[in-house]
């Protein structure tokens, strides 16, 4: 089982609609759950953070976290077409160490 | 002024030789990174360093050495490199530990034939 698990889509939405992200991790010590988003050909930069339980909102964006399931999701309302790239979800888990899931590619068509 | 910078940008090498990847931040991060992404676009840590104290991914190669000069700067030196080196390289730094967020550089495309 990976450490960190998204589907890699690719996951199509209509403009304006909400986008849904899901990401999964198997260390229950697991304490920051971070979402990165990555277009074609550039470097990763930060989305979101979260570190506890419940929703964290900033902008058109949420991030869910519950610590219990293991399950870590992003949400982005009125998706944009430039909205689209691939999502990275990324986890640092108790043995110091920040490991990513393998990202899912969204597109948001006009 | 780019926060994390990385050189060079592109790097084409033939098998066996011996490289390095340049990485600078002006940001006052005390930690630095280097990842690795491949075809797949699987981004994997590779080191962590943070004030002299430097964190090993174990599936690393030891062919693969990084070197900081100072706190700015992290190199990335690789040894008879292999085709499966090819890839993305990026560098990264944050604050000051492992649970901040990261800052990542351009990356390096390297192609080894």
């Known amino acids: 089982q990976k450490e960190v698990e998204q589907n890699s889509g690719p996951l199509s939405v209509p403009e304006g609609a909400i986008a849904s992200l899901n990401c999964t991790y198997s260390?229950?010590?697991?304490?920051?759950f971070f979402w990165y988003r990555q277009y074609s050909g550039k470097s990763p930069e930060l989305i979101m953070f979260?570190?506890?339980?419940g929703d964290k909102e900033d902008g058109r964006f949420t991030a869910q976290l519950n610590k219990a399931s293991q399950y870590v999701s992003l949400l982005i309302r009125d998706s944009q077409p430039s909205d689209s790239a691939t999502y990275l979800c990324?986890?640092?888990?108790?043995?110091?160490?920040?490991?990513f899931g393998g990202g899912t590619r969204l597109m948001v068509k006009p | 002024d780019t926060a994390v910078s990385q050189t060079p940008k592109y790097l084409v090498t033939q098998m066996g030789n011996d490289k390095s990847i340049k990485c600078e931040q002006n940001?006052?991060?005390?930690?630095m990174y280097w990842y690795k992404q491949d075809s797949k676009k699987f981004l994997k840590i590779m080191f962590s360093?943070?004030?002299?104290?430097?964190?090993i991914n174990e599936t690393v190669p030891n062919r693969f050495s990084p070197k900081s000069p100072d706190k700015a700067h992290l190199n990335l030196h690789i040894n008879s490199l292999e085709l499966g080196d090819s890839a993305v390289y990026f560098c990264?730094?944050?604050?000051?530990?492992?649970?901040?967020?990261?800052?990542f550089g351009p990356g390096t495309r390297l192609l080894v034939l």
């Open positions: 990264a730094s944050s604050p000051s530990g492992f649970r901040e967020t990261q800052y």
């Open positions: 260390d229950r010590g697991s304490q920051s």
């Open positions: 979260i570190y506890s339980n």
């Open positions: 990324a986890v640092f888990n108790a043995g110091n160490m920040l490991t």
């Open positions: 940001l006052g991060h005390d930690t």
């Open positions: 360093y943070n004030n002299k104290e430097l964190i």
